[in-house]
């Protein structure tokens, strides 16, 4: 496995992308002790039978890597097809995001009231927040390199990048990483999860909204409200293709139930 990760290494993929593959291809070879045809498509018909379309394919796509690392491209897993949904799950309302944001500050909790923000109002993943510094924050965006090998710029808002500094420079943090665990070292995106829903339940909020990648939807649907320029948040939230980021344009399905009990009354 550490020859197939150090192959998966050199084609320049990302940290977690090199973990699912990996975890795909040791879950493979729990049920089966050689790879033929036959074992290959029975494992992918216990994928299917277990998890939701996108986990099956990306596992499938573990698996397909794999077969490619050993020479075996011909033995390659087709892809399920999985069906767009046509709203938004599971997305925090604007509302939840103020009262979220609020509480943190009413409570002096700082450090989670900015954690918060910036996953709010620059659309980071939790893997790109994690690497915030105090140096990003005096030049108002942090600059790093996608899993395709291209720069991703994120931009800082001059607002929160105010706010911001007069905190951190308060607390004598004028270099280093931002957000850090309680041994004061750089936190973990599991650590950031963890600790939201921790918040979340201690605010009674809806913990099924309240989660990392919640944050950057809620940062999409924003944009598009105050600028419709689809073409810039596709730049701005790191999309490959704009297809990806057509999804925002749709409505949560909160809202979709808003407006069906207001407009049908028949």
Known sequence: MKEFKNFLLHQNLAKNTIEAYSSAVEFFFKDFNEITKQNLLAFKAVLVDKY???TVNLRIQGINKYLEYVGKEKLKLKYIKVQQKTYLENVISDADYEFFKNKLWKDKNYEWYFVVRFLGATGARVSELIQFKYEHLNRGYIDLYTKSGKIRRIFIPKKLRTKAIEYYSSISRTQGYLFLNKEKKQITTR???????????KYKM?????????????????????????????????????????????????EQQEIVDTVITW
């Open 206 to 254: 809806n913990l099924n909204v309240i989660y990392p990648h919640s944050f950057r939807h809620r940062f999409a649907k924003n944009f598009l409200e105050k600028r419709k320029d689809l073409a810039l948040l596709a730049d701005l939230m790191g999309h490959e293709s704009i297809e990806t980021t057509r999804i925002y344009l749709r409505k949560t399905s909160e």
């Open 52 to 54: 939701k379309g996108k």
């Open 191 to 201: 650590g950031i999860a963890h600790q939201l829903k921790t918040l979340a339940e």
